[in-house]
């Protein structure tokens, strides 16, 4: 195979395994995003665009490690009951429905900042949706609140987000310089969400009585939640001492793992391990696309659009990685722009311009982030949000946060 050839049958693979992945499974190919990516990985190998041991070394297992390390102390939370007890103490203390919306936008992107917003959301939409089966109130405003500010107050850290985590390996930037520029970004645009899911629901929740709790508080494993909280913090003592991301959340984790005296299998299945197998694969592929040269070619095309100095830049990397982000997926885009930020005027500015912007574009449509979809179809037994019952406060949202962070994001590094 020539290499014109070889380029021409990776950018096909490539179109063809982000058509499986972006769009839902095909009557005649019923495959999931893993399984998408995974049969990506292997064409790219059958087909010789890579040898095998290109793609063992395609592998960011730093962002893999990292992931099962969160994802380990959260499945510890979850076992030790902290998500039931976190959720009917927001309902005992709201007091309004107002009051309540806000409660779950701040537990929501707090716990987003410290754990992986997927896994949070996983968590945390059973039993939104039953507090508010509970309390005899509407479902859409608060499903929102949960997916949008899972998204927002991921931004806060390397540690929230997948895309965050691999923008984390790849640029270098140290745990407490990232949190410092983009904390701030994330209190703001929680403050925005909160604005617009407010006065766009403002009816909606005046009309909606809120009914306390019945019956007693969930039973915890008050040990275990311990064990978990002192591992969590000991894992961001580590991140800002600047010890290895990966290493010291994988170490929280077997931590727990080895004190909490839990049966590990019980642990184990706790964690996503379709998540992890597809960014396996997707790394794979994506290296693959890089292969051909093709994203170097795109950015030699559109530099010139970006601008010369840093804060021109800035902006039009934010609004053309929001755009590129919701084509492409967050995750794919990262991988393929991320090559491109050596070559900017203020590398470690532009890196975390599209950790913002590739965040805070998850919230445009349900469709943007995975936390979306996770929470949607979650409640599907209880309510039905449609494309536009989303899009309509997803877009301003989503324009108004990433206006904002920006803007909070170049006053804080100029």
Sequence with gaps: MTDNQREIVAIAIFAFTYLLISGRRLKILPLNRPAAALLGTVLMVATGVMTPKEAYAAVDY???????GMMLIAAYLHLGGFFDWAADRVLRVAGTPQRLLLLII????????LLVNDTVCLMLTPLVVAVMVRGGLPLPPYLLALAMSANIGSVA??????????????SGIPFVRFSASLLPVAVVCLALQYLVLRLGFHRLLAAAPLRPPEGPTPTVDRRL????????????????AGLNLAWTALAGGALVMVLARR????????????LLVFFAALFVVVEGLNHTGLPDQAYARVRGLFGQTATAQAWNLGWFSAVGSNIFSNVPYVLVAGKWIPNFANPEL???????ATTLAGNLTILGSVANIIVVESARKHVEVGFWDYARFGIPVTLLTLAAGLA???????
Excluded: C, Y
């Excluded at 730093?62 to 099962?68: F, G």
């Excluded at 049966?263 to 379709?274: A, G």
């Excluded at 532009?350 to 950790?355: L, T």
């Design 106 to 113: 701040v537990t929501s992107g707090v716990l987003s900042a």
């Design 350 to 356: 532009m890196w975390k311009v599209m950790a913002l």
């Design 263 to 274: 049966d590990t299998h019980e642990v184990l299945k706790q964690v996503d391990w379709h």
């Design 157 to 170: 850290t390397l540690v929230g987000n997948p895309q965050n985590m691999i923008i984390g390996n790849l």
């Design 62 to 68: 730093d962002t893999l490690v990292l992931l099962l």
């Design 225 to 240: 939640i311990r064990l978990a909280f002192i591992a969590l913090a000991l894992v961001f003592a580590g991140f800002v």
């Design 408 to 414: 909070v994001l170049l006053w804080l590094n100029t």
